[in-house]
């Protein structure tokens, strides 16, 4: 755990879904190669599937902008489909006991739920993706608020971040995620940053800014420990 801040209690976590409660790879990984599999035989696309890496690379971002470069020839058809393809295919993948959360997530929740801190989603994803994970995997209860730029329309999560803060009257609060965009989606709106290293996900410099990074979720209990 390596703190750069001394940390206020907050009254509120908002978390990112993939990277930081969610292992995407587990759920994403199988519908990726299905998707391309599909996309050529619809004649949206032709040649080999392009590197999973370059996908998870892409993780955090909004579709249309993950498409631009996993899909950059695509046409504007083959995005939308791939689009379609992708919410389909994570849905049912859902179904598979292969597709989790990282270790102490829901036992995490459940303490700081119980501690009296609000809890939130923040997420790039399509509604659908995100509250669909929270229900499957049994954490939805333990949440007051699951925003998602797909339901809210939102270009950007400083934009998503700013109106769940202010459509529930949160004046400090913790964001918690593994990739710039939740850096500053924290920082831009006055929060505490705390970033996750621990999904394997982005560059090294993915976190600069965070006031503090954790190795673990189950860190954070801690640092509510020693928060004043």
């Known amino acids: 755990m ?71 020839s695509g046409t504007p058809e083959a995005h939308r489909r791939a689009d379609e393809l992708l919410l389909q295919l994570e849905l049912e993948g859902l179904e598979n006991e292969a597709a989790v959360l990282y270790p102490g997530v829901k036992e995490t929740l459940e303490e700081l739920r119980r501690r009296g801190v609000r809890l939130f989603v923040a997420s790039n994803g399509l509604e659908h993706y995100v509250k669909g994970i929270a229900e499957a995997r049994g954490i939805m209860p333990l949440f007051e608020g699951i925003y998602s730029a797909g339901e809210h329309q939102t270009s950007t999560k400083v934009d998503l971040v700013r109106l769940l803060l202010d459509q529930h009257d949160i004046g400090h609060a913790w964001m918690v995620g ?12 006055g929060q505490t940053v705390i970033g996750c290293h621990y999904a394997g996900f982005g560059a090294d410099q993915e976190l600069k800014g965070a006031d503090v990074v954790i190795h673990s979720f189950s860190q954070l209990l801690r640092l509510h420990d020693q928060a004043e």
């Open 2 to 72: 390596e703190k750069t801040a001394t940390l206020i209690k907050p009254e509120a976590m908002i978390f990112d879904m993939d990277g930081t409660l969610f292992q995407t790879e587990t759920l994403l990984l199988p519908a990726y190669h299905k998707l391309f599999d599909i996309l050529r035989e619809e004649g949206h696309y032709e040649g080999e599937t392009p590197d999973e890496e370059l996908m998870l690379s892409c993780l955090g971002m909004l579709l249309p902008d993950i498409w631009k470069k996993v899909l950059p």
């Open 178 to 189: 593994d990739r710039s965009s939740d850096v500053e989606a924290g920082k831009e709106n």
